[in-house]
Each structure stands twice: as structure tokens, then as C-alpha cells.
């Protein structure tokens, strides 16, 4: 059977990677899409039922990416574009936050992007891209809010890592970029920012995202953008 190419999008349950996977399939372009929900993951699969690959894993946990391996192996995949858009949200005041906090900000923002890097490089086609979706609040010299220290450490955290692996994958011929959105209205914004109504809708985001993700490498590597009318919303 030969290999085909497809683009694995991880957050694609809900919000803004929903979008971005359904602005890709719509494009015929093969998705792999992961998240925790299952049965979330599942409307997307009974909508594109022979375009998508759905996974349902905790990126947070070192296991869950041997069953990403097994199934890029099993369906023969190689992927064009990586889109590490799952993230979580933690608001609250710093001198509250504990060890515990910042393990699970760590291991869901930061440690799941260098696992699903390290899994997916092998997989990854000449000329293809990764990309990082970090925040308008993990972006050097935008305003920061109070209750959002980890969250904004934690993002910020990637567009190092995008920069570093700019330089080391270039060899490969693969390009790193992180996206720093600003506000997007979805659930995540509401328990950011109770109340605020963001310029962006999610699916406004995902056409981009998925633009961005199928042709920007020919002009950026190792950029840290700031997608955002304004600082911060
Ligand atoms: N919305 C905004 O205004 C905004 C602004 C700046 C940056 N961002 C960034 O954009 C990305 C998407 O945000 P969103 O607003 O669409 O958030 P959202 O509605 O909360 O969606 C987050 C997605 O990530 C998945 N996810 C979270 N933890 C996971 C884990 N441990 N393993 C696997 N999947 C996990 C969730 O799926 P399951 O729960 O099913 O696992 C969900 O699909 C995030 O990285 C966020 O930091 C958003």
C-alpha cells in the first residue's frame, strides 16, 4: 500500500483545532485528529469518514504517544503539516498555584509538544511544517493578566522550543512556526476571560491556521508571530 499524506492536528475535539481540522478536510487534504474526547472526535469521523483518523489520547502522558506511532504505521501515513494546537487553561493567582499546578500546565502545554515533535518527526515528509499554537499572553512584551503566570509561562515555553527546532530541523528540510493567538471565542476564552467577546470566531481561526499550515513554510521558519488585532484582544 503506499503511504499517504495527511496533517495530524492535536485539540481537534473542540474550538479552534475543530475548526482548523473541518477548514482542512473540507480542502480533501487527510487529517489526523487527537484529543481526549472520543466522542467528540467521533462526529468529525462520521462526517469524513474515509478523510480522518481519529485518536482519542491524554497528551499529557508519556504512553499515549505509542498509539500515535501505531497509527501512523498502521494506516501508512506520512505527514505534511503537525499542528500541536491542544493546550490547557489554568486561572489563578500565582501565590496560589501549586507543584501540582504547574506539572499538569507543563506536562499539557510544554512536554506535549517536545513528545508529539519527537514521535511525528520521523513520519514528517520533506517540506513539511510544524506548527505551534502558543498565545498573545506567552508572547515577549504583550500585556499579561493577572491568574494567567503558568499559562502564559507555559505557552511562551514553545515559541523557544519553535525557534531551537527551526535551527535542528532545518537540515530536514522541515519548517517550525508558533501562531500566538489572540482571544478566539471558545470555551478556553470564557474561563480566561469571563464575559469578553472576541473579534475572532473559531472558525475564522481554523481557515487560517489551516492556511498557514499547508503553505507558510515557503516563507517563515522559526517565527514567533502574534496573530492579534490588538494587544491583548
Ligand atoms: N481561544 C483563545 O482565545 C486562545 C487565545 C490564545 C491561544 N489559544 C490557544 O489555542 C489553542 C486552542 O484553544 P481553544 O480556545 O480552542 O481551547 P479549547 O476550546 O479549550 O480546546 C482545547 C483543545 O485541546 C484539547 N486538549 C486539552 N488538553 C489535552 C490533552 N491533555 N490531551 C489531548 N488533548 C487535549 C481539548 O480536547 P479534549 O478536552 O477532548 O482533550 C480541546 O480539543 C490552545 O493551545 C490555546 O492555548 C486560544
Redesign the pocket.
Given at each position: 500500500m503506499p503511504s499517504e499524506n495527511a496533517v495530524l492536528i492535536?485539540?481537534?475535539?473542540?474550538?479552534?483545532?475543530k475548526e482548523t481540522a473541518l477548514a482542512l478536510l473540507k480542502q480533501n487534504v487527510k487529517v489526523v485528529a487527537?484529543?481526549?474526547?472520543g466522542d467528540?472526535l467521533q462526529e468529525l469521523q462520521s462526517q469524513y469518514p474515509d478523510q480522518v483518523f481519529t485518536l482519542a489520547?491524554?497528551?499529557?502522558i508519556d504512553e499515549s504517544y505509542t498509539s500515535v506511532i501505531k497509527l501512523l504505521n498502521d494506516n501508512n501515513l506520512q505527514l505534511e503539516a503537525v499542528i500541536h494546537?491542544?493546550?490547557?487553561l489554568l486561572n489563578k493567582p500565582f501565590l496560589e498555584t501549586t507543584t501540582e499546578d504547574w506539572d499538569f500546565l507543563l506536562k499539557?502545554n510544554l512536554m506535549?509538544s517536545v513528545n508529539l515533535i519527537k514521535t511525528c518527526h520521523p513520519f514528517m515528509v520533506k517540506g513539511s511544517h510544524i506548527v505551534q499554537?502558543g498565545?498573545?499572553g506567552g508572547f515577549q512584551g504583550s500585556s499579561k493578566f493577572p491568574g494567567l503566570s503558568a499559562y502564559s509561562v507555559t505557552?511562551g515555553s514553545l515559541s523557544i522550543l519553535t525557534e531551537s527546532l527551526a535551527v535542528e530541523f532545518f537540515k530536514d528540510d522541515i519548517r517550525v512556526n508558533c501562531l500566538c493567538?489572540?482571544?478566539?471565542q471558545?470555551?478556553?476564552?470564557e474561563a480566561a476571560f469571563p464575559g469578553l467577546q472576541?473579534p475572532v470566531q473559531?472558525n475564522e481561526m481554523g481557515a487560517y491556521i489551516a492556511e498557514f499550515a499547508m503553505h507558510a513554510q515557503k516563507y517563515f521558519n522559526g517565527k514567533v508571530l502574534p496573530v492579534s488585532l490588538a494587544d491583548p484582544s
Open positions: 492535536t485539540g481537534a475535539s473542540r474550538g479552534i483545532g487527537l484529543a481526549r474526547s467528540k489520547v491524554d497528551l499529557s494546537n491542544a493546550g490547557a499539557a506535549s499554537i498565545s498573545m505557552k493567538l489572540g482571544a478566539v471558545t470555551e478556553m476564552l472576541a473559531p
